[in-house]
C-alpha cells in the first residue's frame, strides 16, 4: 500500500551573503535595505536612493535573466519584491534539468515565463 505525502516544499530563500550586504551601496546607487537569495540560483535585492527613483530592485536568475524596476513608495517596494521572489521561485521551479528528456519544451516555457515577468515588474 503506497501512502500519499505532499510534494516537498521548495527550498526557502535566505539572506544573501549571510547578510552582510545589508546597509551597503547597491548596484543601483542605493543602500541595501533587503538581499535575498534562492539555493536554486536567483538574487533579488531592494535599495532605497537609487539614483533614478526612491526605491529599486534588481533581481535575476543566475545565467538567464537580469531585471530592474523603480519604485515611488517603500510600501509598493515592499509588496513588489515579495510579489517578485514568488514569481521567480515558480521560474525556478520551471527550469529543467539538462538531463530531462522534455529539456527543450521546458525551457522554452521557463523562457515564455520569464519574459511574462519583465512585463508585469516593469
Known amino acids: 500500500m503506497e501512502i500519499e505525502t ?3 516544499e521548495p527550498p526557502a530563500w535566505f539572506p544573501a551573503e549571510d547578510g552582510s550586504t545589508l546597509g551597503q551601496p547597491g548596484t543601483e546607487g542605493g543602500i541595501i535595505l533587503r538581499d535575498d537569495e534562492h539555493p536554486w540560483g536567483a538574487r533579488i535585492t531592494l535599495e532605497r536612493g537609487s539614483e533614478v527613483v526612491p526605491f529599486a530592485i534588481t533581481c535575476g536568475i543566475y545565467g ?3 531585471h530592474t524596476c523603480w519604485l515611488p513608495t517603500l510600501g ?3 509588496r513588489e519584491f515579495a510579489q517578485m521572489r514568488d514569481a521567480i521561485s515558480a521560474i ?3 527550469i529543467p534539468l539538462s538531463s ?3 529539456a527543450d519544451e521546458k525551457m ?3 523562457a515564455g515565463a520569464m519574459g511574462r ?3 508585469r515588474f516593469p
Open 92 to 94: 525556478l521551479e520551471m
Open 100 to 102: 530531462d528528456p522534455l
Open 6 to 8: 505532499d510534494p516537498p
Open 64 to 66: 538567464w535573466m537580469m
Open 108 to 110: 522554452r516555457a521557463a
Open 76 to 78: 509598493q517596494a515592499e
Open 117 to 119: 515577468f519583465t512585463l
